[in-house]
């Protein structure tokens, strides 16, 4: 696999998609128009925190995770590991604590001892790893027998609506049919096969929430947070910017005659033990 990827590359994650934290916060801010605004169930709610646990969050990025844990000592210490540097260093603040350590580490050969953790997470970044299954053992060997494994992704069906939009524009800009979204290896379609491959017990709990949009501004920045990967896959020169603007049109459009553009945000949370 090339270090370029657009979706595994080590380089193009840590130099470009994820040298900091601004793509993910723009592609997050999307999730801010759920219908109704307190339809999420946490990602974490699964394991029943009482502050005893030892957790590690696998490609922790920016700590959404860990931000629920650590602060209100649900646990009693944290290990927050990513490939990106400038990812840990969005982290810096939960260290006062005591209860956090972060490491810098690759999810396929991670630096803990075997049955060290409760708890591992692995939250919406198993797609980016080369080797899926060498990561999937990794959090088998680092979780303690009777402890728990998350790990969760997107449906291969989320936000279908923005992208499909997305699809239609690209196309139009290269004048041939063109699929523009980079294809996910990890959804929650596919992820019980290579988790069962490591625990006897994989179940999924999905999540579909519709997101009710009022104005195109936060469409077109959840397409431009993913602008870098989108043209890495494509291989072909493209106006990203008149993308955006044909996607912005179409929205408008919706929203002029719906009222809200509206979309599906379907996601999922394997628990392993």
């Known amino acids: 696999m090339s270090d370029d990827d657009p979706v595994t590359g080590r380089r193009f994650l840590t130099r470009s998609a994820y ?12 999730l801010a128009y759920a219908e109704p ?19 590690a969050d696998i490609g922790c990025g920016n700590g959404m995770d860990l931000r629920q844990l ?21 982290l810096a603040d939960l260290r006062g604590s005591g209860r956090l350590s ?3 580490a690759d999810a396929q050969a991670l630096p803990l001892g075997d049955d060290t953790v409760d708890v591992a997470l692995a939250m919406h970044m198993l797609y980016h790893v080369a080797d899926i299954p060498a990561a999937v053992a990794e959090l088998r060997r680092i979780t303690r027998p009777g402890g728990t494994v998350l790990a969760s992704t997107n449906s291969a069906s989320t936000l279908a609506e923005v992208h499909d939009l997305l699809d239609d524009a690209v196309s139009r800009q290269l004048g041939r049919p063109a699929r523009a979204r980079p294809e996910l290896s990890f959804t929650t379609e596919s992820g019980t096969g290579f ?21 195109p501004g936060p469409v077109t920045a959840f397409l431009d947070s993913i ?21 912005a049109a ?18 999922g949370v394997f628990v392993c033990r």
């Open 19 to 30: 040298a900091d934290d601004r793509n993910i916060r723009s592609r997050r801010a999307i």
């Open 37 to 55: 605004p307190d339809g999420w169930r946490p990602r974490i709610a699964a394991v029943p925190w009482d502050g005893t646990q030892v957790v």
């Open 70 to 90: 650590v602060p209100e000592g649900s646990c009693r210490r944290a290990i927050g590991v990513d490939l990106s540097a400038g990812m840990l260093r969005t």
């Open 102 to 104: 972060l490491v810098q």
């Open 195 to 215: 988790l069962a491959a490591q625990f006897g017990e994989v179940s999924l709990h999905r999540s579909d929430v519709p997101l009710a949009i009022p104005e």
């Open 227 to 247: 602008r870098a990967p989108i043209l890495r896959g494509l291989g072909a020169a493209l106006n990203f910017d008149a993308v955006l603007a044909d996607v």
């Open 250 to 267: 179409a929205v408008e459009r919706t929203v002029r005659s719906d009222g809200r553009f509206r979309t599906y945000s379907r996601t």
